[in-house]
């Protein structure tokens, strides 16, 4: 399975979750045009051009994204991101200014094979280091961000 498809079903979840608390927000989902669309998103905007997707992440609220190009070019743009790390670590490819989420369930395996980001190293159907981040973890960190946010607080990660 890969790990792209893993963090899929995830996201679906987190969607739910997230409209119950946010309704007024919008769910944008990017990506290439060759991903599988995230049920309950309210816009799928995959296969844009580079340059729809710049002003899209330059104007969002909160880009919520597994370690990703998104996440580097959204925080290059200075839109605060909440990037999920599996492989990766935070601290090789993280940014202070984003919230990082990491569980550290089994070391990263960044880069020791050819295959590591699509197959996971230890043989697992479902990547530990992927789905042991939950939904209700990444809800727990948007909707302290958005409070800040909403109050112009600085938002500082637990």
């Known amino acids: 399975m890969l790990i792209q498809d893993a963090s899929q079903?995830?996201?679906?979840?987190?969607?739910i979750i997230?409209?119950?608390?946010?309704p007024e927000y919008e769910v944008v989902q990017l990506g290439a045009a060759n991903q599988e669309?995230?049920?309950g998103a309210d816009r799928n905007l995959l296969g844009q051009p580079f340059e729809l997707v710049t002003y899209i992440?330059?104007?969002s609220?909160?880009?919520?994204?597994d370690e990703s190009?998104?996440?580097?070019?959204?925080?290059?743009?200075?839109?605060?991101?909440?990037?999920?790390?599996?492989?990766?670590?935070?601290?090789?490819?993280?940014?202070?200014?984003?919230?990082n989420i990491y569980t550290d369930v089994c070391p990263s395996c960044a880069y020791n094979t050819s295959r590591w980001n699509s197959r996971c190293l230890r043989g697992m159907?479902?990547?530990v280091c992927?789905?042991?981040?939950?939904?209700?973890?990444v809800m727990e960190q948007v909707r302290m961000y958005l409070s800040c946010n909403e109050h112009g607080e600085e938002y500082a990660q637990v």
Do not use: W
């Open 9 to 15: 079903l995830k996201f679906e979840a987190f969607i």
């Open 18 to 22: 997230f409209k119950s608390y946010f």
């Open 37 to 39: 669309s995230i049920a």
């Open 57 to 59: 992440l330059k104007n």
């Open 61 to 65: 609220t909160l880009h919520i994204d």
């Open 69 to 99: 190009g998104l996440v580097h070019l959204a925080t290059a743009l200075g839109t605060k991101c909440i990037g999920l790390f599996g492989p990766t670590k935070p601290d090789v490819f993280g940014y202070k200014q984003n919230v």
């Open 125 to 127: 159907k479902k990547p």
């Open 130 to 137: 992927m789905y042991s981040i939950t939904p209700e973890m």
